[in-house]
Each structure stands twice: as structure tokens, then as C-alpha cells.
């Protein structure tokens, strides 16, 4: 079956580059709006938090119609937090709207996300946003977009994307710059058919929908979102439930439903290619298949990430409870929690002997933060754990939960970056730029050491510098961290050389360079650096990277460092060049030793 008259897209855009402006003019001219007052409401967004914070938290669905055809628009979150719902989220669609900011281009949420889409084999049309403004600058833009493509891998299919400019404020799009003074986004509504595929299955097959979202509704309960990937849907119909433990049970949906604009709309029956909303299914979860009652055929299971922070949440006890907020009981948190669980697919939420205290853990500080936040507005009142990060046992011994951060930061915050990322341990893997006067950095760091950095970052960048970060599978826990003043002379050896490197209190840092190469040598750039797990700044062919000794890359090992006198160190020197580095810049001169 050949579903012409259905396109499921995704919407991909680093935040602010426009695409709630661009989903809300798309609605609007899609005709299904006459009264603007109905727009009130923006089609993504929908919850303030987010739009405090800049981000997209849950995935949030539209849908329009253009000339017949029902496109199906689904929304990414950008954020790396919440990982695995964006792979979730892709696996609905065919393709996808990359939209960038026609002056800033593209920035880490447009990497992260089209990454993925390229990687689920999605094909992107580009929109060149905010080309109104004065600073754009399209042909800039997308050479830049067109390197990240390439940087990715796309494949030649993907590389052959249609670019649309548009202005998603004037409602206007066009296949060339500059824009036009009147138009409307034709030209966008036209690329989407032209280029995006429509969803093809075979609808007299056994019927296959794979529940990739959850969402809850008052009135009907929880609401399990999908996508048929083929056999047809009729309400009334008895369906298996197959459970991602191999476990099925038999179900009957007591309501199916599409979508119009941001309007939930009753159906009688779906079929290949159409993002359906089940109700009535209060077992379902994510990567559970609907499917056939006589034949059942579960796809396989699509997988969550697993919580790496834990904290405890309770019933404000103190005297003053009630004060601020409102006193609430515990049954009262009980039931919040458990409810956020039904949606927040990340999210996990246990009692504890306590029954004023609940745990609940999460993808990160932001992810339950965002969550703490919302309760608190809603009234409320609790008293919170310092949150901990979630070890694992395993035969190999215990685990502790990695990030790959990647940051991007104004060039003149490099230097004091690295140095808050210094003692938190984190192993520099690759640094460029990301447009003029930006520096990109990424990093593999515990989910640790990254405790509390955000609020660190934020305040470093003076609010300019941009994070995320996403899980990067587990390593062996390295044990507490123990102090090594920074400042301490350190010496490393390398497989080749014997290299040294000594700090004074002015964070100053003389790197000796040993006969053989390569060379890696560094000194101690945080307070908290212990011996047995060092974090240095390393020195290789003028670059700074930061490495840890368990991590060492190209398999040179780095023997425990241990702590040396400058009398000591001299004497071990047998090199005749010296770089001088501080944390800001490296500085290489010639220079004897004797
Ligand atoms: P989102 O975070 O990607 O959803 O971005 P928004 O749609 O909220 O847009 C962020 C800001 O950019 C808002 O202030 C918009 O008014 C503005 N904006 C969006 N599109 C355009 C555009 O085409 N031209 C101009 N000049 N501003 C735009």
C-alpha cells in the first residue's frame, strides 16, 4: 500500500532558530486555522519550563494538511538529556525539516539531532531560517550545513537535500535567496512532497505498531503513540499487547486517534504510515508491539536509557512546611511521581522504607531538575537529596555511568572551561571550531564529574556557552576521589620517554620533552586530581588535550605519577627542548638542560 496522501516528518532545529515560529506559520497557512485566536497555544512548547530553559522536552505532535495531504509533524527534543527518546521519536518518521538559523548556522542541537536522523536513514530538507534578518547569511550557512552533512557521513541520497529559504516570522519560503517581499511557504509545503517519501507497507499483513511514546490523559488514561507499519487498525477490534519481555496479552483500544492541527481527533480505523494515539492500553510501554491477535509479530524492542542519577524526594517535614508552597501528603507525592512515570519514559520512581520519601531517578541533573521545577509551581513543597550518581555491579566489578559532553563556548571561556573540567576528569576527545569566534569541545567525562557543572559552565560562559551531553556507556568506577593539591609536580612516563611536567602556584606549568617521541606530559590542572587516576592537560604536537592516565590514547600507558621535588624532576631530564604551558596557551622553546 502507497500512502500518497501522508507524509510523517520531523522537526529538527537548535533552540531559538525558529522551529515553534516556522510549525505555527505552517498551521496557519495550512488553512486549518481561520480564527487566529486558536493559535494561542503554540504547537510545540506547549509547557513553559521549556521554553525558560530552552529546550523541548517531551515530543510533541501536529499535524496540517496541503493540497490533500496529510503531513504528520513530529517534534525532536534537542536536548541529549532525555537520551533515546530522539532515536524513538525518529523511527515514527521518513523524514525530516533541518532548520537553521540562516546567521548562526548550525550549532550542537542541529548536530545531535540530524546525526541521528542521518544514522536512521531519514531524508532532510534544509530550511534556511530568519532570512528577514539583516545578519543573514546564506551561502555561508550552508556550505556550513553542507560540512556537517559530509561530517556525518550522509549518505548520497541525503547529500541531495533541497534547500528552502524561508522566513518563518513573514510566513514566507522560496528555493532561492534572497527571499522574496510577499510569498507564502509554498515552496516548503512543495519540497516536503517532492522530496520526503510516503510511508509504503503492506496493509492486509498482520498488523504492526510499535508504541515509541507514552502520554497521559485525564480522562481516558494512558495514551500509547505509534506509528502502523502495516495491517489496519478498527476500533472495536481486539488486538495483542506484546510486552518487550516476550509476555502478550489481548487488548481492545477503546479509542484510536489521529491528529488535526494540535487537536486530537476520534478515528474509526488506521492503517499503514498513520502515527496513531491508542487508548485503553494501560499496560503498554514503550518498545511494546500492537499486532495481531491470530499472528502475533512484535518488532523488535527499541531501547531506553537506563537512569544514571538517583535523588530522594520527600514531604517537607520542617515547621515551616506549608509556608511557601502547599503542605502536601505523601499519598499527594506518591501519586505526582507515579503519574510523571507514565510519560517520562527516562524516569524512574521507587518508594523507599519510608513512606514520606520517594526515589527517583533520571538522565541527568536537567532531566529531573526540569521535573522538580514543574512540581514546584504546581504547588508543590518538598525537600530534595543531593543527587547521586547510579553505580552498576557487574562481573567485572563495579560501574560507574559516562557522558560525551560537547560543549560549545566563545573562544575567550576555552581556558577557564578546561579548567573547571580539570578536576571533574574529563578526557578531552576532540576540539574545532564552530563558526567564527566559537570553540567546540567534547569530552568524555563520569556522570560524576559532571555533577553540578552545568550551573558552573553557565556562570563561567556568562550564559553564552552551550552543553549537552549524552550517555557513553559504562566504565570502571575509579573510586572517590582523593586530593592532590593543584600545583604538584608530576612526573610521567611515557612509552617512549620519561616526561615531566611542575606547576607552581601560578598555574604555570614546564613540560619537558624526553628523547623519544611520542611525547604526552602534563601537569595537575585541578585540585583534585589523585595520583593513581591522573588528569593532566597533555601536550601533543602543540594541541592541548586532556587525558586521564587510565584512558591514555594510542595504548601508551602511563605509569602512576608520583610526586617529585624540581631537583628530582631535573634530574630525570635528558631532553633539550622545553615548552612552557599555562592553562591558556602553550608556548614551545629550545632550550639545554645541563
Ligand atoms: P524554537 O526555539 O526553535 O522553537 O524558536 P522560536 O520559533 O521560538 O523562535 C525563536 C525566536 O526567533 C523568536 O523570537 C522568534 O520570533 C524568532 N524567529 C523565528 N523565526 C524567525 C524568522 O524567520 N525571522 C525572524 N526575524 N525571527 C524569527
Redesign the pocket.
Same mark, same amino acid.
Given at each position: 500500500m502507497e500512502r500518497q496522501d501522508v507524509r510523517n516528518i520531523a522537526i529538527i532545529?537548535?533552540? $531559538?532558530?525558529?522551529?515553534?515560529?516556522?510549525?505555527?506559520a505552517m498551521l496557519k497557512q495550512s488553512g486549518m486555522f481561520r480564527d487566529p485566536s486558536q493559535l494561542q497555544e503554540?504547537a510545540?512548547?506547549a509547557n513553559p519550563l521549556e521554553?525558560e530553559r530552552?529546550i523541548?522536552i517531551l515530543a510533541k505532535n501536529t499535524a496540517i494538511t496541503y493540497r490533500g495531504v496529510l503531513i504528520n509533524i513530529v517534534d525532536t527534543p534537542g536536548h541529549a538529556d532525555f537520551g533515546g527518546e530522539v532515536e524513538r521519536i525518529l523511527s515514527m518518521v521518513d523524514g525530516a525539516l533541518l532548520?537553521v538559523?540562516a546567521n548562526e548556522g548550525p550549532m550542537p542541537q542541529t548536530r545531535y539531532v540530524l546525526q541521528k536522523a542521518l544514522k536512521a536513514g531519514l531524508r532532510p530538507v534544509v530550511v534556511l531560517?530568519?532570512? $528577514?534578518?539583516e545578519g543573514a547569511r546564506p551561502e555561508e550557512v550552508l556550505e556550513a550545513v553542507l560540512e556537517l552533512f559530509i561530517d556525518l557521513e550522509a549518505s548520497d541520497d541525503q547529500l541531495d537535500f533541497p534547500v528552502i529559504y524561508?522566513?518563518?516570522?513573514?510566513g514566507i519560503a522560496s528555493n532561492t535567496a534572497p527571499l522574496p517581499p510577499e510569498g507564502n511557504l509554498e515552496p516548503l509545503f512543495e519540497a516536503i512532497l517532492a522530496h520526503i517519501p510516503y510511508p509504503v507497507g503492506d496493509e492486509t499483513a498482520p498488523l504492526q505498531v510499535l508504541i515509541t511514546t507514552l502520554d497521559h490523559d485525564d480522562y481516558v488514561g494512558r495514551l500509547a503513540i505509534g506509528r502502523v507499519r502495516q495491517g489496519r487498525l478498527t476500533l472495536g477490534q481486539t488486538v495483542a499487547l506484546a510486552h518487550a519481555d516476550g509476555t502478550v496479552e489481548r487488548v481492545r483500544p477503546s479509542k484510536l486517534y489521529g491528529r488535526i492541527g494540535l487537536k486530537r481527533v476520534e478515528l474509526e480505523s488506521v492503517t499503514v504510515g498513520d502515527i496513531v494515539t491508542l487508548a485503553g492500553l494501560e499496560d503498554a510501554n514503550i518498545g511494546d508491539t500492537v499486532t495481531d491477535p491470530d499472528n502475533p509479530q512484535p518488532l523488535p524492542p527499541i531501547s531506553v536509557d537506563e537512569p544514571t542519577l538517583t535523588i530522594l524526594v520527600g514531604v517537607n517535614t520542617s515547621p515551616f512546611a506549608g509556608l511557601e508552597g502547599q503542605f502536601i501528603t505523601s499519598r499527594q507525592l506518591r501519586d505526582r511521581l507515579f503519574r510523571e512515570q507514565q510519560r517520562n519514559v527516562a524516569l524512574r520512581v521507587e518508594e523507599t522504607e519510608d513512606a514520606d520519601v520517594f526515589r527517583v531517578s533520571g538522565r541527568g541533573e536537567l532531566h529531573i531538575g526540569i521535573l522538580l521545577e514543574e512540581m514546584r509551581r504546581e504547588g508543590y513543597e518538598m525537600e530534595v537529596s543531593k543527587p547521586e550518581v547510579i553505580l552498576k555491579e557487574t562481573p567485572d566489578g563495579l560501574m560507574e555511568p559516562m557522558e560525551r559532553l560537547y560543549l560549545d563556548v566563545p573562544d575567550e571561556y576555552v581556558g577557564a572551561v578546561m579548567e573547571l573540567l580539570g578536576p571533574r576528569r574529563a578526557t578531552m576527545v576532540a576540539m574545532g571550531q564552530a563558526g567564527p569566534g566559537q570553540t567546540r569541545l567534547e569530552f568524555v567525562i563520569s556522570a560524576r564529574g559532571l555533577l553540578g557543572f552545568r550551573s558552573a559552565f553557565i556562570n563561567q560562559t556568562r550564559g553564552y556557552g552551550i552543553m549537552n551531553h549524552l550517555f557513553d556507556g559504562y566504565q570502571p568506577y575509579s573510586g572517590p576521589i582523593e586530593e592532590m593539591p593543584r600545583g604538584a609536580l608530576i612526573a610521567i612516563e611515557t612509552g617512549t620517554a620519561t616526561a615531566y611536567a611542575l606547576d607552581n602556584a601560578q598555574e604555570r606549568g614546564v613540560l619537558f620533552i624526553g628523547p623519544g617521541t611520542p611525547v604526552y606530559a602534563g601537569m595537575v590542572v585541578g585540585e583534585h586530581s589523585r595520583p593513581s587516576d591522573l588528569e593532566i592537560n597533555v601536550c601533543k604536537k602543540k594541541h592541548v588535550t586532556n587525558m586521564r592516565s587510565s584512558t591514555a590514547e594510542e595504548g601508551i600507558r602511563l605509569t602512576p605519577p608520583r610526586v617529585l621535588t624540581l631537583d628530582q624532576a631535573l634530574e630525570y631530564v635528558k631532553s633539550d627542548e622545553l615548552v612552557e604551558i599555562t592553562p591558556k596557551s602553550i608556548r614551545l622553546r629550545k632550550a639545554t638542560l645541563d
Open positions: 532545529a537548535h533552540v $531559538d532558530h525558529g522551529k515553534t515560529t516556522l510549525v505555527d503554540r510545540l512548547d521554553r530552552g523541548t532548520v538559523d531560517n530568519k532570512m $528577514d534578518r524561508a522566513s518563518a516570522k513573514a
